[in-house]
């Protein structure tokens, strides 16, 4: 009844192999058939996404314009690449190329088409400013008359006072709130089209809700992108908004701090709307809240009109911060892959004619062994091919042309696996041992050091991810997924394949050609240096004898080796005494 325990356990294990298989098919299937993308395109697909040297993509050429007109230097230059990559990273796609040219332009080439989401996260300069609020109004640009008749606000005239009456004390102080810069107000268009980025930092702005329904007179700056520490979206407890979650460095919490005192009593006071605090994204109004509470851990949120996206996009163009630089599309053209489906072709053929070498290697040293190294093999591809599907859709995921060499190079290691297993499987038959016990001793031994080595590929992969160039990430990335993967698949299905075929006549008793033939492995010893006496039926039999115990021999180590020739010597001695 023991004997049948671990047959139960490898059906069950084997079992659950199966339906990890059918639910990570079902986690694409959703995304195939189920969720959609905002264009109303499949959010996932059954063929893996392809990187931009093999698909193609888009390319955006961006034009740097600094504040002052004159050229941007290199160093500015190269801070907006990297502000840009990790913007696009973060939205999920991978394998973009994204460098500088020319002294002033930068290009990003993505692959696929690019969206519009993904074109404007690229460009927005992300430059947040923390404003007071001094007065707010509707966005009309016009009123009704005594007569009944809509007459718009006049241009304020230059003749009108645009100096304080007393020196403002604070960002909410109502003196900022000049004749002209009430006049300015009454007039501003919130459909025009301006570029309000570099206004003065130091004097009021007047700007509109990101949607045209109101537009504010606003303080000076009292905070900027700079002091962000971090920055997530999330959903508001109670009403269920999207919102994007700030946190403050300390300079940033002392003086938000201070702020929050400041509004909140203004509130108290009911002195509305000096009680608002408007965070401005690039000249636009994300929102406006009114302070309820003095806030002094540095962690404020955003509201505003935000889907999921739209907050997502916005706390990763905060985190990484403003871009030192604005920039205009000088070009955006679709273009055609850098290699080629020649180059994935070639690729493939490789990668075939490694797997036929693999299994003719296995097929000749183990003979129906090696078929269960195939087997395992093509489970491995099947989860490796299903679960590059779900990173396409889940994070972007591309391969690329280095992330098929990783691949192709994952046979070689998933291959190296079985045989550390097998061969240790063949040395406690050696050691005269069933091949049941041989298989479960076997096991024992090898895992420990597979997944030594295994741990150490894995390490190797994440180092390789995280110091490489961009074009080799795409290599460390799969080579660390299959090595992940190789683990999984010798555990849950290797292993307990050959805990069943060693329970079957053809393997558990050692045929010829099953690759557990004891004779052909030399297992002509009982124990440690302690040889079967060699019976000498018949000529081709002692011939097999005479080369399975050459091979033990071999196998012996300087201890067993010494320690038989004291037996033979002691038989010899015995002999002697006899005669």
């Given at each position: 009844m023991?004997?049948?325990s671990p047959t139960?356990h490898?059906?069950?294990v084997?079992l659950?192999?199966?339906?990890?298989t059918?639910?990570?098919?079902?986690?694409?299937?959703?995304?195939?058939?189920?969720?959609?993308?905002?264009?109303?395109?499949?959010?996932?697909?059954?063929?893996?996404?392809?990187?931009?040297?093999?698909?193609?993509?888009?390319?955006?050429?961006l034009?740097?314009?600094?504040?002052?007109?004159?050229?941007?230097?290199e160093?500015?230059?190269?801070?907006?690449?990297?502000?840009?990559?990790?913007?696009?990273?973060?939205?999920?796609?991978?394998?973009?190329?994204?460098?500088?040219?020319?002294?002033?332009?930068?290009?990003?080439?993505?692959?696929g088409?690019a969206?519009?989401?993904?074109?404007?996260?690229?460009?927005?300069?992300?430059k947040?400013?923390?404003?007071?609020?001094i007065?707010?109004?509707d966005p009309?640009?016009?009123f009704?008359?005594e007569?009944?008749q809509e007459?718009a606000?006049p241009t304020?005239?230059?003749?009108m006072?645009a100096?304080p009456?007393a020196?403002?004390?604070?960002?909410?102080?109502?003196?900022?709130?000049?004749e002209?810069?009430?006049a300015?107000?009454q007039?501003?268009?919130c459909?025009?089209?301006?570029?309000?980025t570099?206004?003065p930092?130091?004097?009021?702005l007047i700007?509109?809700?990101?949607?045209?329904?109101?537009?504010?007179?606003?303080?000076?700056?009292?905070l900027?992108?700079t002091?962000?520490?971090?920055?997530?979206?999330?959903?508001?407890?109670q009403?269920?908004?999207?919102?994007?979650?700030?946190?403050?460095?300390?300079?940033?919490?002392?003086?938000?701090?201070e702020?929050?005192q400041?509004?909140?009593a203004?509130?108290?006071?009911q002195?509305?709307?000096?009680?608002?605090?408007?965070?401005?994204?690039?000249?636009?109004v994300?929102?406006?809240?009114?302070m309820?509470?003095?806030?002094l851990?540095?962690?404020?949120?955003?509201?505003?009109?935000?889907?999921?996206?739209s907050a997502?996009?916005?706390a990763?163009q905060?985190?990484?911060?403003?871009l030192?630089?604005s920039?205009?599309?000088?070009?955006?053209?679709?273009?055609?892959?850098t290699?080629?489906?020649?180059?994935?072709?070639?690729?493939?053929?490789?990668?075939?004619?490694?797997?036929?070498?693999?299994?003719?290697?296995?097929?000749?040293?183990?003979?129906?062994?090696?078929?269960?190294?195939?087997a395992?093999?093509?489970?491995?591809?099947?989860l490796?091919?299903?679960?590059i599907a779900?990173?396409?859709?889940?994070?972007g995921?591309?391969?690329?042309?280095?992330?098929?060499?990783?691949?192709?190079?994952?046979?070689?290691?998933?291959?190296?696996?079985?045989?550390?297993?097998?061969?240790?499987?063949?040395?406690?038959?050696?050691?005269?041992?069933?091949?049941v016990?041989?298989?479960?001793?076997g096991w024992?031994?090898?895992k420990?050091?597979?997944y030594?080595?295994?741990?150490?590929n894995?390490?190797?992969?994440?180092?390789?991810?995280?110091?490489a160039?961009?074009?080799?990430?795409?290599?460390?990335?799969?080579?660390g997924l299959?090595t992940?993967?190789?683990?999984?698949i010798?555990?849950?299905?290797?292993?307990?394949?050959?805990?069943?075929?060693?329970?079957?006549?053809?393997?558990?008793?050692?045929h010829?050609l099953?690759g557990l033939?004891?004779?052909?492995?030399?297992?002509?010893y009982?124990?440690?240096?302690?040889f079967?006496?060699?019976?000498t039926?018949s000529?081709?039999?002692?011939a097999?004898?005479?080369?399975?115990r050459?091979?033990?021999?071999?196998?012996?180590?300087?201890a067993?080796?010494k320690?038989a020739?004291?037996?033979a010597?002691s038989?010899d001695?015995?002999?002697?005494?006899?005669?």
């Open positions: 023991a004997s049948s139960r490898a059906w069950r084997l659950g192999l199966l339906i990890v059918a639910v990570l098919f079902g986690i694409n299937a959703l995304g195939v058939y189920v969720f959609k993308t905002d264009a109303g395109e499949p959010a996932s697909s059954w063929a893996p996404e392809l990187a931009l040297d093999l698909q193609g993509g888009t390319q955006i050429i034009g740097a314009e600094s504040p002052d007109g004159a050229a941007p230097t160093d500015q230059l190269n801070q907006a690449a990297a502000i840009i990559r990790q913007r696009v990273d973060a939205s999920g796609v991978a394998e973009a190329d994204i460098t500088t040219e020319g002294g002033r332009n930068i290009v990003v080439q993505i692959p088409a969206d519009q989401a993904t074109r404007d996260r690229i460009q927005a300069s992300a947040l400013e923390l404003r007071p609020v007065l707010a109004t009309a640009t016009s009704v008359g007569d009944g007459t606000f304020p005239d230059d003749a006072n100096t009456t020196e403002p004390t604070d960002g909410s102080d109502p003196n900022w709130a000049t002209r810069r009430i300015e107000l007039a501003y268009d459909s025009a089209e301006r570029d309000s570099n206004a930092e130091d004097e009021p700007a509109c809700e990101e949607n045209g329904s109101a537009k504010y007179l606003l303080g000076p700056v009292e900027d992108g002091v962000i520490d971090d920055a997530t979206a999330g959903r508001e407890q009403s269920g908004r999207w919102t994007v979650n700030l946190v403050f460095d300390a300079k940033g919490t002392e003086i938000f701090g702020v929050s400041r509004l909140n203004n509130r108290l006071a002195q509305s709307p000096r009680d608002q605090f408007a965070f401005v994204l690039d000249g636009k994300l929102s406006a809240p009114t309820q509470a003095v806030i851990n540095g962690k404020p949120s955003i509201s505003g009109n935000f889907t999921q996206e997502k996009a916005l990763d905060l985190r990484y911060g403003a030192p630089l920039f205009t599309v000088e070009s955006s053209d679709t273009i055609s892959a290699l080629g489906s020649q180059q994935l072709e070639i690729g493939l053929i490789t990668g075939l004619i490694g797997l036929g070498l693999v299994a003719l290697y296995s097929l000749i040293t183990y003979r129906a062994l090696g078929w269960v190294i195939m395992s093999i093509g489970v491995m591809g099947v490796t091919y299903i679960v779900i990173l396409a859709w889940r994070m995921f591309r391969l690329s042309l280095a992330g098929v060499a990783g691949l192709i190079v994952s046979i070689g290691f998933t291959a190296d696996s079985f045989i550390v297993y097998f061969e240790r499987i063949r040395d406690e038959l050696r050691d005269g041992k069933s091949i016990a041989a298989v479960e001793d024992g031994r090898a420990r050091t597979i030594i080595s295994k741990s150490i894995v390490l190797a992969a994440v180092v390789l991810y995280v110091l160039d961009a074009t080799v990430k795409g290599f460390a990335f799969t080579l299959t992940l993967i190789d683990v999984f010798f555990v849950i299905f290797t292993h307990p394949v050959m805990q069943l075929l060693a329970r079957t006549r053809f393997f558990g008793g050692g010829k099953s033939d004891p004779d052909a492995l030399g297992a002509v009982r124990g440690r240096a302690q079967r006496d060699v019976r039926g000529s081709g039999r002692a097999r004898n005479k080369g399975a050459g091979e033990a021999e071999k196998r012996q180590t300087i067993e080796r320690r020739e004291a037996l010597g038989k001695a015995g002999k002697d005494s006899d005669a």
